[in-house]
């Protein structure tokens, strides 16, 4: 019987695929690639079409000998590894190797391993795709081109051991621009003016609040106390009536299915999986969970690498089926809801989807770890809720006329808006499970989307365009508060109702928020940096490097290295670092994937103006900052000591080096002087402990150094529940691993593994009176008691840190008061409606020990303990 041999990437893939195909078939894998560029720089033959000598990666030879036996023994060789360029880059490889001049090669897909989607597979096959081969061969040149030659660069002007990558270095400079907002921002005072109303005359109807808009027929501006006191004054004596009423049906779209960066985003955000992590769990659902129930893995989800919002007729019949059965036939549209994808889209795949609709997440997660569940679960919805029915709101909106009676008030007239809708149809809304808000969903309701009688139609709207302020038919996901306003007609009188009465509230204007991993891969697909199978590897690559660092809440904030890294690369006015630029080279990519151009086009083109700005660039004066004289006495040769920079920071060495070889670690530009007493005394000499900053932050010192150089993480101030020892931060020694707090007992003879998630503050929790609560990170930050089934849990509003305003569990109308008599809203504390998110284990491949470590200006001392930084409380 002839057999037919099938290659594949994953072990776990070969498994699943393996079951449907049965006799007469067997299925290796690859293990992902087998050959590589070697690291060395001829491995591009630059002068001869830049031709590439690949060579079997290390540790791969078994790897391709089982292949190539394998493929002795077939007829047929079907090559399925992943439906990309990448997958293609592989199955030219393996190809190469099992060269056979009598065996029959083919490529097939599988966009999704169920049994019809490897049947369609096997079915379909076609030949290897050069062009798209070709496009893959161009990227990794490009990327090994601009890695060594821009690396150099960056070692002559910088620091020796240092990298730069091609797509890498703009996102870094997107962080490190956004960085320089955040530091040039200048806060800016307003305040929001608003009043009580309710019915000037009998029957007595509910009290609702509007917010004054405009004063003498303008925008109303207020940024001072001043002129806020003179408008209260107005608005306490004045005359209230209503002048128009008006009520609408409002709509609000759903979103379309996840193309792989809006998973990302919304993975970030509500699961709080990095990029990498997502990716990583996809791939798992994607090739097979074993559900044990026909003795073998299930493909649970579609490609998970796609910029396409594109999903098959027989998907969207089977969705709408389950829409009916499960909700009832009056959320299913007339007509599918169609999705326009972005006109830069490849479109090459759908979008991610469940393979089967059928398959609910509730009824299998027995048989998933808690992330595949919970990632499986967001995909599920999101594809159910793609293709239901507009949510519909019932929204009123009254506007009022105010008439001051004062004498010499500070404007003649005033006019307040109060706003009010109420969910009459949940539509889509019905599945999310209380999710506010989506990725992508502007691209439904802003401009460009169009809603039908019997269905809707969602075009993309420009990346920008929702940005930049283009009106949405539907309501905003920050409006999904229920309310209602109470009936009123036109030419009604209004009297001031207290509390609340007239609220004066100061604000002030934020700066831009920092990235992270969502927001970040948000830009590049704005911008058009990268494709849907490189947005993890972008991520990944910037935190692997010392140029940025996670705060908490997962922000990256560039450190001083990355924005030297920047600047120079920037002044050297190199083409790589400018976004257009990056973006304009996808789409070239793009085009030498579709055979439209030539790879030795595109890179000759690329590389002889590279070449030539190089040169230019290695002409420049050092990138680092000079050494600064100081008045600091060495301790071992009595000379003055010079502030110089290195890779890993701020540092002391010897005016006399090399003779004297003298430093001192100095991680910021304080200076020595830059340390806090406190009343903790070394564990190893009994002298005071003073705390220090370096490269990871705070930690305590013995004043004994260098006689005692012990070093301890700085406690957070709370007792470990478990132990009673100190909890402290903790930074994983993996890059781009997640901080997470644990007990300082962690190596003591009795060791404690107690672990938090959330940062624990030494506040009492009002509702069961545990000792600390934790602060959760995120759009909104919130105070969440760590207590199993306690539930407490309360937002922190923008003004002030948590301490205090939730030590009494003040009522948010306690903040209220203290707006409506005049004063300044400072920070106020209001409930949440979901119940508390409890801490998770940390991962064993990001847990670290917790030894932050005042390295001595060198990296390699990382084994001291530096990384555990004081908080505020």
Not at 269 to 286: D, E, P, V
Not at 665 to 690: F, H, N, Q, W, Y
Not at 860 to 870: H, Q, S
Request: with cysteine.
């Amino acid at each position: 019987m002839a057999k037919t041999l099938v290659i594949v990437e994953s072990p776990a893939k070969a498994k699943t695929i393996k079951k449907y195909l049965g006799n007469g078939y067997e299925v290796f894998a690859s293990k992902g690639h087998v050959k590589d560029l070697p690291k060395k720089q001829n491995a591009v033959d630059v002068l001869n079409d830049f031709a590439e000598t690949y060579e079997v990666i290390e540790g791969k030879e078994k790897v391709l000998e089982e292949l190539k036996s394998a493929a002795k023994k077939a007829d047929e060789v079907l090559l399925a590894t992943d439906p990309d360029r990448e997958g293609e880059a592989i199955a030219f490889h393996i190809s190469e190797e099992i060269k056979n001049p009598k065996l029959k090669v083919a490529r097939v897909e599988f966009h999704e391993i169920t049994k019809k989607g490897v049947d369609h597979g096997v079915h379909n096959p076609r030949k290897l795709d050069e062009n798209l081969y070709d496009a893959q061969r161009a990227r990794r040149v490009l990327d090994r081109i601009v890695g060594y030659d821009v690396s150099a660069l960056v070692w002559s002007k910088l620091a020796f051991g240092l990298s730069a990558g091609r797509v890498q270095s703009v996102a870094l400079r997107l962080i490190v621009d956004r960085e320089r907002e955040i530091e040039a921002f200048v806060a800016e005072e307003y305040w929001n003016i608003a009043v009580g109303l309710t019915a000037a005359s009998p029957p007595a109807r509910a009290p609702f609040v509007a917010k004054v808009a405009l004063a003498d027929g303008k925008k109303l501006e207020v940024t001072n106390g001043e002129v806020a006191a003179r408008v209260r004054a107005d608005l306490e004596s004045a005359r209230f009536q209503v002048a128009k009423v008006v009520r609408r049906e409002q709509k609000r779209n759903p979103p379309a299915p996840y193309t792989t960066s809006k998973l990302q985003q919304d993975a970030t955000n509500y699961l709080h999986f990095g990029a990498k992590r997502t990716m990583q769990i996809a791939q798992a659902l994607y090739e097979g969970i074993d559900l044990k129930r026909d003795g073998g893995p299930v493909g649970l989800i579609t490609y998970m690498r796609t910029d396409s919002t594109r999903v098959s007729d027989d998907a969207i019949a089977e969705v709408r089926g389950v829409v009916a059965k499960r909700y009832g036939k009056e959320f299913v549209p007339e007509r599918p809801n169609v999705f326009k994808s972005k006109k830069n889209a490849q479109d090459a795949h759908e979008a991610i989807r469940p393979t089967s609709v059928e398959i609910h997440p509730d009824s299998i997660k027995k048989h998933l770890k808690d992330e595949q569940y919970k990632l499986y679960k967001l995909i599920w919805n999101r594809f159910v809720a793609s293709q239901m029915n507009p949510a519909v709101y019932d929204r009123t909106t009254v506007e009022i006329d105010v008439t001051p009676t004062v004498a010499g008030p500070a404007y003649r007239s005033y006019l307040a808006r109060a706003s009010g809708r109420i969910l009459k149809f949940a539509g889509w809304l019905q599945v999310t499970e209380g999710q506010q808000e989506f990725a992508g969903e502007e691209e439904s309701n802003g401009a460009g989307a169009a809603a039908a009688e019997g269905g809707v139609v969602a075009q993309a709207a420009e990346a920008g365009a929702a940005e930049a302020g283009a009106a949405a038919p539907g309501p905003s996901a920050e409006e999904d508060a229920e309310a209602l306003l109470p009936d009123m007609k036109e030419g009604e009188a209004l009297a001031v109702v207290a509390p609340p009465g007239v609220v004066t509230d100061q604000k002030f204007t934020q700066p831009p928020p920092r990235y992270n991993e969502g927001s970040l891969v948000r830009e590049l697909e704005k911008r058009g940096i990268g494709r849907p199978s490189t947005y993890a590897e972008i991520i990944g690559k910037v935190q692997q490097r010392a140029y940025v660092e996670k705060r908490d809440g997962g922000a990256f904030q560039p450190t001083l290295l990355g924005k030297f890294v920047v600047d120079g690369l920037v002044r050297s006015n190199l083409d790589i670092m400018d976004p257009n630029f990056t973006a304009q080279m996808e789409e070239e990519l793009d085009e030498v994937g579709a055979g439209n151009l030539k790879r030795e086009q595109l890179l000759k083109r690329f590389y002889k103006r590279f070449k030539e700005q190089l040169d230019l660039s290695k002409k420049l004066a050092p990138w680092k900052p000079e050494a600064e004289k100081t008045d600091i006495v060495c301790d071992e040769c009595g000379s003055m000591m010079l502030k110089k920079w290195g890779k890993n920071g701020w540092f002391l060495s010897c005016e006399r080096y090399p003779k004297c070889k003298a430093t001192r670690d100095l991680s910021d530009a304080r200076g020595a002087a830059a340390v806090r007493e406190t009343d903790i005394s070394c564990d190893k000499c009994g002298k005071p402990m003073i705390i220090k900053t370096g490269r990871f932050g705070d930690f305590l010192s013995c004043t004994g150094y260098p006689t005692c150089k012990n070093t301890r993480p700085v406690p957070l101030g709370v007792a470990c529940p478990q132990c009673g020892g100190d909890l402290i931060e903790i930074r994983p020694r993996k890059k781009g691993g997640r901080t997470f707090y644990g007990c300082s007992n962690w190596n003591a003879e009795q060791k404690c593994d107690f672990k938090l998630w959330q940062k624990p503050v030494p506040i009492p929790c009002p509702s069961c009176g545990a000792k600390f609560v934790t602060r959760t990170a995120g759009k909104k930050a919130m105070l969440v008691c760590a207590t199993k089934d306690c539930g407490f849990k309360q937002e922190i509003v923008e003004g002030e840190g948590e301490e205090g305003a939730a030590a009494e569990g003040a009522a948010p109308q306690d903040a209220a008061a203290g707006v409506a008599s005049g004063a300044p809203a400072q920070s106020a504390i209001r409930p949440a409606s979901t119940p508390a998110e409890r801490p998770e284990a940390a991962p064993a491949e990001e847990a670290a020990s917790p030894s932050p470590g005042a390295a001595k200006g060198a990296r390699g001392a990382a084994e001291k303990p530096a990384r555990a930084r004081r908080t505020a409380s």
